[in-house]
């Protein structure tokens, strides 16, 4: 992983929307805008390909994330590794990020505010790799991508769209919650099968 020299201010306003790559890492390696910053090891940004077709956009980093600056990288993380494997990829062929880039303390959920301040980065590297599907892992990403207060179950099932660009997006479980609950893998497997179809189907 590069590490990015934080940045020395913090962005204007609507600066962000405009950022390239290595500028939107400075910024977020420098990141004070959310308390988060207090407690944080490193900030999160994300990884894998910048032209991926397929992006993950989980909740926020844990203990693991924090300290290696991955997202996705404990237990939960090579279960996520899984489902893009069954999906038929390596896991940097797909882009990976979360709604948060640094680690709420005890892993908590992050407040809205910590949401909204993040949001900007979010959207910025979305747009950045503009990819033609987007999975929303969990509710905490699915509500606050899709701006919904709808539970996971009611979500599963449907294409959102999201920005613009009217980019697909298909909500499944977080493995996180796979892991307390292994007999909804199952339910998991169906939305990545509902989501090739979708992909394939906007592709076609
Ligand atoms: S969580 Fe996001 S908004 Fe908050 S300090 Fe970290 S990078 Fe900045």
């Known amino acids: 992983m590069p590490v990015a020299t934080p940045a020395t201010q913090a962005a204007a306003p609507g600066e962000v929307a405009l950022m390239d790559w290595e500028t939107l890492r400075r910024t977020v390696a420098g990141c004070t805008l959310c308390g988060l910053h ?8 994300g990884v894998g390909s910048e032209q991926a077709e397929w992006m993950f956009i989980g909740e926020a980093p ?3 994330e924090d300290r290696l600056g991955e997202p ?3 237990r939960a993380g090579q279960l996520l590794t899984s489902m893009i494997r069954a999906l038929g990829f390596k896991r940097e062929q797909v882009y990976i990020a979360n709604i948060l880039r640094c680690r709420p303390p005890n892993n908590r959920e992050p407040s809205p505010e910590e949401a909204t301040h993040c949001s900007a980065y979010l959207q910025r590297q979305i747009a950045l790799v503009r990819p033609r599907i987007i999975i929303a892992v969990g509710r905490i990403a699915a509500q606050n991508l899709l701006h919904s207060d709808q539970s996971i179950g009611k979500m599963r099932g449907q294409v959102y769209r999201y920005g613009p660009d009217r980019i697909p997006v298909v909500v499944t479980y977080h493995p996180a919650y796979l892991l307390r609950s292994p007999g909804e893998k199952r339910k998991v497997w169906v939305d990545l099968k509902f989501a090739r179809e979708v992909f394939q189907r906007g592709n076609a």
């Open 38 to 45: 207090k407690t944080r090891t490193q900030t999160v940004f």
């Open 72 to 74: 996705f990288v404990g």
């Open 62 to 64: 844990g203990a693991d």
